[in-house]
C-alpha cells in the first residue's frame, strides 16, 4: 500500500528566513507526487508535481520541491518566507502506472512570523 | 470555469438520517474522488471512480455509498449519519498523470 509521511505537524520559520516541509513516500513503482496548500475553511490548492525528468520542480508563489528518489523524499522548499505562506501543506502521492488512488499525508501547518 | 463544485456548503443533520453530498466536474476527468478531513487526520479516502460504471472502496467507506452514472457527477450517500461522520468533507477530479482539482468542500455535522 502507498503512504506519504510527513514528519511535522508544525513548522515555524520568520519571515524573510528559507523554509523546508519535509515529505517522505513509500509507493510501488515510480511515483506521482504533489504539494497542496490550504487556508482556512478552503479547499486545497494544488502547488506542484513532479511527474519525470528533472529531480527539482518549481511551482506556484516561489515553492520549489527536490525529488530524491534514493530518500524517496519530496521535500518543500521556499528561499525566502512570507507571512502569507501560513497555511496548512499536503504532500500527495499515487503509483506512476494502473489505477491508483491519490494519497495524502497528514499535512503540515506553516507558521511564519513576522 | 467552474472546475469542481460541492453542495452543499454546510450541512447539520441528525443522527439517523440521510443525505447525498453533490459533485460535478466540468473538466471531463475520469478520476474523481471522495475525501474526508478531520482535524490532524489529514485526508482519508472514502470512495473513488477511474471513470463513469467504476467505482471502488477507499480507506474509510463504511457507511457511505458512491455512484457514478456520468463522467460529470459523482455524489456521496450517506444512508444513516451517524456523530462519527461529523467532518469536512471534499470531492476531487483528475486526469491519470495531472493533479486533483478539489472542490470547495462540505461542512457536515451529525447531532
Known amino acids: 500500500a502507498q503512504s506519504v509521511a510527513q514528519p511535522e505537524d508544525q513548522v515555524n520559520v520568520a519571515e524573510g528566513n528559507p523554509l523546508t516541509v519535509k515529505c517522505t513516500y513509500s509507493v510501488s513503482g515510480n511515483p506521482y507526487l504533489f504539494w497542496y496548500v490550504q487556508y482556512p475553511n478552503r479547499g486545497l490548492q494544488f502547488l506542484l508535481k513532479?511527474?519525470?525528468?528533472?529531480?527539482l520542480v518549481k511551482g506556484s508563489y516561489g515553492f520549489e520541491a527536490e525529488f530524491n528518489k534514493s530518500q524517496t523524499s519530496f521535500h518543500l522548499k521556499k528561499p525566502s518566507a512570507l507571512v502569507s505562506d501560513s497555511a496548512l501543506y499536503f504532500c500527495?502521492?499515487?503509483?506512476?502506472?494502473?489505477?491508483?488512488?491519490?494519497?495524502f499525508g497528514k499535512g503540515t501547518m506553516l507558521l511564519v512570523s513576522p | 470555469n467552474a472546475g469542481v463544485t460541492q453542495t452543499p456548503k454546510f450541512r447539520i443533520l441528525k443522527i439517523g438520517q440521510s443525505m447525498t453530498l453533490q459533485c460535478t466536474q466540468d473538466m471531463n476527468h475520469n478520476y474523481m474522488y471522495w475525501y474526508r478531513q478531520d482535524p490532524g487526520m489529514g485526508l482519508k479516502l472514502i470512495y473513488y471512480s477511474v471513470g463513469a460504471g467504476i467505482t471502488d472502496k477507499g480507506e474509510v467507506p463504511n457507511g457511505y455509498n458512491v455512484s457514478r452514472s456520468t463522467t460529470e457527477d459523482f455524489p456521496l450517500r450517506l444512508e444513516l449519519a451517524a456523530p462519527s461522520q461529523t467532518s469536512v468533507y471534499f470531492c476531487?477530479?483528475?486526469?491519470?498523470?495531472?493533479?486533483?482539482?478539489f472542490g470547495q468542500g462540505t461542512r457536515l455535522t451529525v447531532v
Open positions: 476531487a477530479s483528475g486526469a491519470g498523470d495531472t493533479e486533483a482539482f
Open positions: 500527495a502521492v499515487r503509483a506512476l502506472s494502473g489505477y491508483s488512488t491519490l494519497t
Open positions: 513532479y511527474i519525470t525528468g528533472d529531480n
